[in-house]
Structure formats: C-alpha cells, structure tokens
C-alpha cells in the first residue's frame, strides 16, 4: 500500500523558536562556568588516566572546536630539503 504524505497544519511556524528549547539553554548557561569549573577540576586531579584524557579533550573542544575526523597526510617526496627552514619559508618555496 502506497504511503501518504500529509500536509503539516499544526504547530510553530517556521523559524519561531522553541521557548522550552531557549529556557533549558538559558539554564544550562547559567551553569556553564561550574561545568567548566569541574571538566578542568577531573584533568587536574583524576587518578583515571581515560577521564583525564576525556576531561582534557573537553576543554579543547570548548576552547579550540573539535578536531577533523578524518585528516589527510601527505609524504613529501623531497622532506630532506625542508629541514632547517622555517614555516615562512617552505610556504614561499611552494609559491
């Protein structure tokens, strides 16, 4: 048997916030500094190396976004004539 479609007729329009959705944020925001507060205090202090590690990629996740799933790696064929130069300079030699 075939699947109907329905015509939305009830609800928010769209595009007018959810007041629930802003109130629970607004909370949680509210809260925000202890969170924080707490991530760093289980680095810092936490006999469990993965919680550590978990509290530490957190933090870096709030402060620096989260890291690229997939990242790509390039050998250089030449890597010996990169040594010694800076950043600057390699970046030059490619232009």
Same mark, same amino acid.
């Given at each position: 048997m075939p699947q109907v479609t329905r015509i939305k007729t009830g609800g928010r329009k769209a595009g007018t916030p959810n007041?629930?959705? +802003?109130?629970?944020? #607004?909370? /949680?925001?509210?809260?925000?500094?202890e969170a924080?507060?707490?991530? *760093?205090?289980?680095?810092?202090?936490?006999?469990?190396? +993965?919680?550590?590690? #978990?509290? /530490?990629?957190?933090?870096l996740d709030r402060c620096c976004g989260?890291? *690229?799933?997939a990242i790509e790696v390039r050998r250089f064929e030449n890597a010996e004539r990169?040594?010694?130069?800076?950043?600057e300079e390699v970046l030059d030699d490619m232009r």
């Open positions: 007041r629930t959705t +802003a109130e629970v944020r #607004q909370l /949680a925001m509210n809260r925000a500094a924080i507060d707490q991530i *760093a205090h289980l680095m810092a202090n936490s006999q469990n190396d +993965a919680v550590r590690l #978990q509290a /530490a990629k957190e933090l989260k890291s *690229a799933d990169l040594q010694g130069k800076t950043f």
